[in-house]
């Protein structure tokens, strides 16, 4: 159980791939120099400022990636805060208009179409990384899509994606694979496809095509949200390969289905290409990196065996809905049986061969953790359950799938409805701190894919925004209360000291990030746990993130890093390490085999 003494279990080994991550568009900055191209987020940033959160209005890269922590100039800097936390990966991402101003690569007569500053800049970071024996760990797509590709074919909506994004990769795999040896297709392909195509106007390109702006409704950001959806793309808008649409629903609903499938697909020819051309001499490893939160089956105090038996059931569908859907067609070449059978006609197929193409093509699954959903069968107010649409009602009768599509808040919790919240409520309002989860999560994977998982699973991500100290507060009291009724006290970890984030002091609480270190403590003792205890293949932790830096449409208030910025008033963009930095260096050296 969780109660386990950490100290009497074994270390986890000698490689055990340990490092930070950050993302291009996060902090490279330098958006208009070396002669790089417009990615979808400096275009819709620019376009639609307003939906971007800021501190301050007055200043104009406040709300986009314009300057960040200017990355591209100062990235010797975040080596040195990578030496602080004994890092010995370095989890980045290549900007792939910043090689490919219009995203097409194309080899003639030997001679690739790239941006040379681009290139050199790749190289330059690569080559410093190594010099202080820190391995790069790169991701070749975090959402930062070149903005000729979205005008063109309407990016991830259309078939051609995948092969431009094959061609991008060939080139990267080309130049810098004799170096580079970890190799990351695509970055959480649920939040991109999700949060850019139908939730928006949320993540770039700003699609709206859900129901209706779901923020809308309870919007406490400030945002604006009028006219802050971008619904005119391309010409050639969801062409797909082979597939016919279904006639009976509106086509601006699948957008984010769509995106899911050539995304995985364009995974998968990435991934053909590095194992046709290059694995064999390079010697390095390719996957894929999965988002998802861990479904915890819902308890209550008095519940019936047979009800917490039913929601067990729930909390897989909910899984397999959320997770399984991407996680599944890397390793077992098609989509989980019960979406098809949620999703009906609405979800594309994979043709046979794009079904062999995805098959086995991970050869490590990656995956970003933060926080847990809690999982039951959705009920009617009279406590009676709803049952699911059958497939047969979910290809014909909306109404009932929109019934239950709203009652879940989304499609993209498919089967399940969400009770309350659990776990202190971190700096983000998804962002809560629950970390059983990442040990839940873990157990999930290995059960379901046993030894499809050739060389381990990684977690790329993991950690959190630092919280307002009384919203953070008052969650642990619910928390608390809930997990003792249950008769689980060890899961109510509260954290009671004041840790009120103060912009103004820069040498104050900011930097005693004491919050951040219990979270990191939390979950990596129970990723210890899932190593030594329950015999889980996890090879490596990445934590998110290395340096505060533009987390999207939260801007620059929001802070996962260890390393602060004060963004606006420091023009040298300074690197202040926080206390967790240091503070994991020495968990690496007490929990991780040394020679
Ligand atoms: C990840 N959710 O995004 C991304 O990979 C990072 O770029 C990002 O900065 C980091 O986590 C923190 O947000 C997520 O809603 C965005 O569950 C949203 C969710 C999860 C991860």
């Known amino acids: 159980g969780d109660n386990v003494d950490i100290t009497t279990v074994k270390k986890l080994p000698k490689d055990f791939k340990w490092g930070a991550a950050t993302a291009a568009y996060q902090v490279e900055g330098a958006w208009d120099e070396g002669n790089r191209g417009e990615s979808v987020w400096d275009h819709f940033t620019h376009e639609y400022p307003k939906n971007v959160e800021s501190g301050d209005r007055t200043i104009d890269y406040s709300t986009n990636g314009n300057r960040a922590c200017d990355s591209y100039h100062k990235y010797e800097e975040d080596v040195k805060m990578l030496k602080l936390m004994n890092a010995k990966y370095y989890r980045f991402s290549i900007s792939w208009s910043r090689l490919f101003h219009d995203g097409e690569a194309k080899k003639e007569d030997g001679k690739w179409n790239v941006n040379q500053e681009g290139e050199d800049y790749y190289n330059a970071l690569i080559n410093t990384l190594l010099d202080n024996e820190i391995i790069p760990f790169v991701t070749l797509y975090h959402w930062d899509l070149p903005y000729a590709l979205h005008e063109k074919y309407g990016g991830w909506l259309d078939y051609h994606s995948q092969y431009d994004f094959a061609n991008y990769a060939e080139y990267c795999f080309e130049t810098f694979g004799d170096r580079v040896k970890n190799w990351i297709t695509i970055n959480e392909p649920w939040v991109n496809c999700v949060s850019g195509y139908r939730l928006g106007p949320g993540k770039a390109p700003y699609r ?33 390969e082979s597939e016919v649409l279904p006639a009976n629903r509106a086509p601006q609903k699948l957008e984010d289905v769509w995106c899911s499938h050539n995304i995985l697909l364009g995974h998968a020819q990435a991934v053909k290409v590095y194992r046709d051309k290059f694995q064999k001499e390079q010697k390095g490893l390719i996957g894929i990196t999965i988002d998802g939160e861990a479904q915890i089956p819902w308890v209550e105090p008095g519940i019936s065996k047979k009800e917490y038996e039913n929601n067990k059931k729930y909390a897989n569908l909910a899984a397999e809905f959320r997770i399984g859907w991407y996680s599944d067609p890397p390793m077992t070449g098609d989509y989980p049986a019960s979406v098809k059978e949620r999703m009906g006609k609405d979800l594309p197929e994979f043709t046979k061969e794009q079904k062999e193409l995805l098959k086995g093509s991970s050869d490590f699954l990656g995956w970003n953790t933060y926080t847990a959903h809690w999982a039951a069968q959705v009920k009617n107010e009279d406590g009676s359950y709803v049952e699911p649409p059958t497939a047969e009602e979910a290809n014909f009768d909306n109404s009932k799938k929109d019934m239950w599509d709203d009652n879940c808040k989304g499609r993209g919790d498919g089967w399940t409805c969400i009770p309350p919240t659990l776990g202190s409520q971190a700096g983000s309002s998804w962002n809560t701190k629950f970390a ?129 910025i004060d963004f606006y008033k420091d023009e040298n963009l300074t690197r202040h390490p926080k206390d967790s930095l240091e503070h994991l260096g020495q968990w690496y050296l007490e929990n991780v085999e040394q020679n």
């Not at 702006?213 to 797909?240: F, I, K, W």
């Not at 979270?519 to 932790?541: E, F, M, P, S």
């Open 208 to 240: 709206c095509t859900g129901e209706a702006p779901r923020r809308l409704a309870n919007d406490t950001t400030g945002l604006d949200l009028e006219g802050g959806c971008s619904y005119e793309v391309g010409p050639t808008q969801y062409t797909p």
């Open 436 to 564: 059983p989860t990442i040990r839940v999560g873990l157990n999930w994977f290995n059960d379901r894919y046993k030894n499809l998982i050739k060389n381990g699973i990684v977690i790329t991500e993991n950690g959190c925004a630092q919280p307002n100290y009384k919203v953070a507060r008052a969650n642990d009291e619910v928390t608390k209360k809930y997990f003792e009724s249950i008769g689980q006290p060890q899961y109510a970890d509260t954290y009671g000291e004041e840790d009120i984030e103060d912009e103004s002091n820069i040498n104050g609480t900011i930097l005693h990030d004491k919050y951040r270190q219990d979270w990191y403590d939390q979950y990596l003792k129970n990723l210890r746990l899932a190593y030594a205890v329950d015999g889980i293949d996890v090879r490596g932790y990445m934590a998110w993130s290395l340096i505060d830096n533009f987390e999207w449409e939260n801007g620059y208030e929001t802070r996962f890093g260890m390393t602060y």
